[in-house]
């Protein structure tokens, strides 16, 4: 028996498709990257924009004619396109496909294949009985000793509803996940070859705040107590976190960042709009300057820090001056990252019921790139700072005859070497710079010369 499993979107459903090859694989199925071949397919959707809604759409109606050749064929369309309350709506347009999966749960999925024996992967008695009996999250076969780099969510869903947003509806509220539960699985990803973990939530620095206190008095879980745990997990030499929200960036998690040498020093801290009224229509709950307030407290306490954001151009009612604050804003603080997106219209959001969408395309597509190269320029820049340089790189995989790795502020390096480098953290001398990536050597391998 063999499966397939095609993943859209965020590194939270790369998670979520991994758990579920793993529960596939407890069955004795094996991952087949030719989906003809394939007894079970699952797609995992994004529809945090129209565009990826439209490709998921697209990609599961294909699979239409697969499924009147193979009647026994079984379809499991999974993730946001779904939602939490998705499923009835969408089985009256897609007839033929067999399960419907809310994100991050393979339990239809696996009810489905037993027969009804298991009910929900949520349920924690089922995930230690099904999984396994040390409650080690096993990883798939085709990732075992090759995945250098995996991600570990310990925040499902979000209850902080930014008006653009359609995240909060598509995954629930918000929900944390035990401490133990989450350092029982990084033990197991350590023992399995991973190095470097990454935490994921829809706002990671909430993490904990859904948990009531325990005792009277006592404060419950918070991300900076989660990652002191985490520092002490044998085996992992990195831990990184996204995304954060600059509203619950606290003084006590930029210490722990600060402190904690395996604590990466690369923040992801949205800001989505540089003007004020934009922010207050977004529903963001901060303003410019108090985020540019944090930006410089980070830096003050974490000098070598690196920090990415994301940007929407063209929300309903931008105008032309107050796109030009979030130009002013980047200009001024020189982040190392910026994911810029156009504004676009989402079904079910309160900016789209409440908003007009009164932005021209033609606008939206010229501020994007305006933006697009101002980063440009900024981030050349920044790297520039590297060449000559002494940076650690832990090496993933070799791609095309080099070496890719990444620094602890998670800037792109490319290697040339002979040896095995995967999972190797190593010293290099940074030889070329560009505004994407950088080139290297190793320490001690001769600088090669052109002719």
Not at 131 to 155: F, N
Not at 211 to 240: K, Q, S
Not at 436 to 441: G, I, K, N, V
Request: net charge negative; aromatic share 6%.
């Amino acid at each position: 028996m063999k499966y397939h499993i095609w993943t859209e979107g965020c590194q939270m459903n790369v998670a979520d498709s991994q758990r579920v090859g793993s529960s596939l694989e407890h069955l004795g199925y094996i991952l087949t990257e030719t989906i003809e071949e394939a007894d079970v397919i699952v797609l995992n959707t994004c529809v945090v924009r129209q565009s990826a809604e439209d490709k998921a759409m697209g990609r599961v109606t294909s699979l239409s004619p697969l499924k009147k050749k193979n009647p026994n064929l079984v379809i499991n369309l999974m993730g946001c396109m779904v939602g939490v309350r998705g499923a009835e709506k969408l089985r009256e347009k897609l007839p033929f496909v067999d399960v419907f999966s809310p994100p991050s749960d393979p339990g239809p999925l696996i009810s489905h294949l037993t027969q009804g024996e298991i009910q929900s992967m949520e349920d924690a008695e089922t995930t230690r009985r099904f999984l396994s009996m040390d409650e080690e999250l096993v990883l798939p076969v085709a990732e075992r000793g090759k995945l250098i780099s995996a991600h570990v969510p310990i925040v499902y869903g979000c209850s902080h509803a930014c008006t653009f947003c359609i995240i909060p509806y598509k995954r629930g509220i918000e929900r944390s996940r035990p401490v133990g539960d989450i350092v029982s699985e990084v033990r197991s990803l350590a023992k399995q070859g991973v190095k470097e973990i990454t935490l994921l939530g829809q706002i990671v620095d909430r993490y904990g705040k859904d948990i009531p206190d325990t005792l009277a008095g006592t404060r419950g879980p918070n991300l900076a107590a989660l990652l002191r745990i985490l520092h002490e997990v044998e085996g992992i030499e990195r831990i990184r976190f996204l995304t954060s929200h600059p509203n619950y960036f606290n003084d006590d998690l930029i210490h722990a960042i600060a402190e904690l040498p395996r604590v990466m020093p690369h923040i992801e801290l949205p800001i989505q709009a540089g003007d004020d009224t934009v922010l207050e229509n977004m529903k963001r709950g901060y303003t410019q300057g108090q985020f540019r307030d944090l930006v410089a407290k980070i830096r003050k306490h974490i000098p070598d820090c690196s920090i990415a954001t994301d940007i929407i151009v063209g929300f309903p009612g931008e105008t032309e001056e107050q796109f030009m604050e979030t130009h002013r804003v980047l200009s001024d603080l020189k982040l190392d990252v910026a994911h810029l997106a156009r504004y676009s219209v989402r079904e079910g959001t309160v900016a789209t019921r409440r908003m007009v969408d009164d932005v021209p395309e033609e606008d939206k597509l010229r501020r994007l790139h305006m933006l697009d190269d101002l980063q440009e320029q900024i981030v050349g820049v920044i790297n520039q700072k590297y060449l000559g340089e002494t940076v650690e790189v832990l090496f993933e995989e070799k791609v095309k005859n080099r070496w890719r790795g990444r620094t602890p502020t998670n800037k792109l390096v490319f290697v040339e070497s002979d040896d095995d480098l995967r999972g190797k953290l190593l010293p290099v001398t940074v030889t070329w710079t560009g505004p994407w990536s950088m080139q290297a050597r190793l320490q001690n391998q001769p600088e090669l010369i052109s002719l």
